[in-house]
């Protein structure tokens, strides 16, 4: 016997709709790139997404065709968000960091009809336009006051305003099969090629509502969201749905994602939590640190994209009572796997045994399922120890890549992370390593990112990376790569005597390298190849 429900599909139009019906004044303030702040409210957001639907309809976009954006945070980038995907096309979020090749080759991959894209980026525009074949149409993000007089573009060039003022708020979103595609993202492209992953609105609708649970990004309509991760990659981790469906205010950055800007924007528009990657948070806390500042709203801040020093979680909590929540992710999990939320038992732990279950990425959403297995493909046990490469699998986490060009990566249903990691007892995942930047010693294998946590905690230590160095009789060994804080006169004498007692002995690098600046991606992850072909020699 079936049950007896109404049956309406899952889509990604339902979160604005939802928003406009139900909290139409709540509002979204955006720093923009012509300079000033823009304020409306979510009725507003709606209205103008459906103007642009009927653009994009105008300009013959046809369902499944992919619309590229390659914008910061900010309302314009919401509106397109909601516009195309709502409209049965794919939204395409390119990403600014990447190589102009690699650009090039997304969006000939992807095959974008057209590309919207924010001010900041007309020269990255035209640098690509011509390596292209398609798209030969391409829409500035502003207004008519601000467009470029000149561009070396070899397509047309639109007016993002004018295309919202020729057409009408009258759109109805049409009811579309939830497995249709709604958005399009590459990954990062570390290695080799970037590759697609093809967001449903079912899958992106089931990621938003675990997202917003209490135990994972515990959102609500009383919160004032920040997104620092991008809007271009991931979809900000998902927090711009996230808020249409709960009601929350939105407070997007813009280009400014320094220490000051963030600062005067979270105080300003008295944000309760924000999200991004360690590196922009360093930045903050360092400017906050500097003018002796607290945080008089802010009591949440989700960190992933990398590992969370402990000594980030420490300041944060410690000296300004900001909660850290430590998640992981992957693009093809649309990002989120885990958050490292407390279960109740733990709150009666000491301050150090609280701290080592956060430096972990923590347990699963609903949705997401995740076991560890070794060498051989058996199941290894969680307890903590044992560590294995770590798969998942869930209603959001890709089965294949868009295009169909490689072998589909499942295995037995199963989507290998490519991570290397261990499960304790209550289900808390902590990654140790990416299966390619394990350290095998002698037959032994060493963490680097256990050695890295441990160095970063060293006070005068802003980052510090730990890779393979190939050794003449070991195989390899640890080779620790530090950025120390400005004015440190920190010694690597000082720096291998802080790890004694803090790391097994045998894990203690040979030798440690004081760097200028450690080596980023598209995303803020740490390249460790590019550290590895430099350094990975350093021994012999």
Same mark, same amino acid.
């Not at 955006?30 to 000033?36: I, T």
């Not at 993202?185 to 990062?188: A, D, P, R, V």
């Not at 400017?287 to 500097?290: K, L, M, P």
């Not at 004081?514 to 980023?520: D, G, M, N, Q, S």
């Given at each position: 016997?079936?049950?007896l429900m109404?049956?309406?599909p899952?889509?990604?139009? $339902?979160l604005?709709v939802h928003?406009?019906r139900?909290h139409?004044?709540q509002e979204?303030v955006?720093?923009?790139?012509?300079?000033?702040i823009?304020?409306?409210? @979510?009725?507003d957001?709606? =209205?103008?997404a459906?103007?642009?639907a009927n653009?994009?309809t105008?300009?013959?976009i =046809?369902?499944?065709e992919?619309?590229?954006?390659?914008?910061?945070?900010?309302?314009?980038?919401?509106?397109?968000?909601?516009?195309?995907? *709502?409209?049965?096309?794919?939204?395409?979020?390119?990403n600014?960091?990447?190589?102009?090749? =690699?650009?090039a080759?997304?969006?000939? &991959?992807?095959?974008?009809?057209?590309?919207?894209?924010?001010?900041?980026f007309?020269p990255l525009?035209e640098?690509?336009?011509?390596?292209v074949k398609? #798209?030969?149409?391409?829409?500035?993000?502003?207004?008519?006051?601000h467009?470029p007089?000149a561009?070396g573009?070899s397509?047309t060039l639109? %007016?993002?305003e004018?295309?919202?003022?020729l057409?009408s708020?009258?759109f109805?979103?049409?009811?579309?099969?939830?497995?249709s595609?709604?958005s399009l993202?590459?990954?990062?492209g570390t290695t080799g090629n970037p590759?697609?992953?093809?967001?449903s609105?079912?899958s992106?609708?089931l990621?938003?509502?675990a997202?917003?649970l209490?135990d994972?990004?515990? %959102?609500?309509?009383?919160?004032?969201?920040l997104p620092?991760v991008?809007?271009f &990659?991931?979809?900000a981790w998902?927090?711009?749905y996230i808020?249409c469906?709960?009601g929350?205010?939105?407070v997007f950055p *813009?280009?400014?994602?320094?220490g000051?800007?963030l600062y005067e924007l979270i105080?300003?528009?008295?944000v309760?939590?924000?999200a991004?990657?360690?590196?922009?948070?360093?930045g903050?806390?360092s400017?906050?640190?500097?003018r002796?500042?607290?945080?008089s709203?802010?009591r949440?801040?989700?960190?992933?994209?990398?590992? %969370?020093?402990t000594?980030m979680?420490?300041?944060?909590?410690e000296?300004?009572d900001v909660?850290?929540l430590?998640a992981?992710?992957m693009t093809e999990l649309?990002?989120?796997g885990t958050?490292?939320s407390f279960k109740a038992h733990?709150?009666?732990l000491? +301050?150090?045994?609280r @701290?080592a279950?956060?430096a972990?990425q923590?347990?699963?959403v !609903?949705?997401i399922d995740?076991?560890i297995v070794g060498s051989?493909?058996?199941?290894?046990p969680w307890d903590?120890?044992?560590?294995? /490469?770590?798969?998942v699998r869930?209603?959001w986490?890709a089965?294949?890549y868009f *295009? +169909? /060009?490689?072998v589909p #990566?499942?295995?037995?249903g199963?989507?290998p992370?490519?991570?290397i990691?261990?499960i304790d007892?209550?289900g808390?995942?902590?990654?140790?390593d990416?299966?390619?930047?394990?350290?095998? $010693?002698?037959?032994?294998w060493?963490?680097?990112a256990?050695?890295?946590?441990v160095a970063?905690?060293?006070?005068d230590v802003?980052?510090?990376? %730990?890779i393979a160095?190939? &050794? #003449?009789?070991w195989d390899e060994?640890p080779?620790?790569?530090?950025?120390?804080?400005?004015?440190?006169?920190l010694?690597e004498?000082q720096?291998?005597? !802080?790890?004694d007692?803090?790391?097994?002995?045998w894990?203690?690098?040979?030798a440690v390298i004081?760097?200028?600046?450690? #080596?980023?991606g598209a995303?803020g992850?740490?390249?460790k &190849?590019?550290?590895r072909?430099?350094?990975?020699s350093?021994y012999l």
């Open positions: 016997m079936q049950g109404m049956q309406q899952l889509l990604v139009a $339902s604005l928003a406009d139900h139409g004044d979204i955006s720093r923009r790139v012509e300079g000033d823009h304020r409306y409210r @979510y009725r957001l709606a =209205q103008r459906r103007r642009m653009g994009l105008a300009l013959g =046809q369902p499944g992919r619309v590229g954006t390659l914008a910061w945070n900010g309302y314009r980038h919401m509106e397109l968000y909601f516009a195309v995907s *709502g409209s049965g096309s794919v939204l395409h979020t390119l600014p960091r990447l190589h102009v090749d =690699q650009l080759y997304i969006i000939e &991959h992807a095959e974008d009809r057209v590309v919207f894209f924010d001010l900041t007309l525009i640098s690509v336009a011509p390596r398609s #798209p030969k149409l391409f829409v500035a993000m502003t207004d008519r006051a467009m007089r561009h573009l397509g639109m %007016c993002y004018d295309l919202i003022e057409h708020d009258a109805d979103w049409p009811l579309l099969d939830e497995n595609a709604s993202c590459y990954t990062s590759k697609g992953v093809l967001y609105h079912r992106t609708l990621h938003t509502y997202a917003a209490p994972s990004l515990n %959102c609500s309509a009383r919160d004032v969201i620092v991008p809007m &990659h991931v979809n998902g927090l711009p808020a469906m709960v929350a205010k939105l *813009g280009p400014a994602l320094d000051k800007s105080e300003t528009e008295q309760t939590l924000s991004g990657v360690p590196t922009v948070w360093q903050l806390l400017h906050v640190a500097e002796a500042g607290t945080f709203s802010m949440r801040t989700v960190i992933g994209g990398a590992p %969370c020093p000594a979680t420490t300041q944060f909590q000296r300004y909660d850290v430590h992981w992710g649309s990002p989120v958050v490292c733990q709150r009666a000491s +301050g150090e045994e @701290y279950i956060q972990k923590g347990r699963s !609903f949705g995740m076991k051989d493909g058996d199941e290894l903590g120890n044992a560590a294995g /490469d770590l798969l869930g209603p986490v089965r294949q *295009g +169909g /060009d490689d #990566p499942l295995r037995d199963w989507f992370t490519g991570d990691a261990k007892a209550d808390f995942m902590q990654i140790t990416r299966s390619k930047d394990v350290i095998k $010693s002698g037959g032994e060493i963490s680097s256990d050695i890295e946590n970063c905690l060293h006070p802003t980052m510090a990376v %730990c160095a190939r &050794h #003449p009789k060994r080779l620790l790569l530090v950025v120390r804080k400005p004015a440190s006169s010694t004498r720096l291998l005597d !802080f790890l007692g803090r790391i097994a002995k894990w203690k690098p040979d004081f760097v200028e600046e450690i #080596p980023l995303t992850k740490v390249l &190849h590019r550290l072909d430099r350094y990975g350093y």
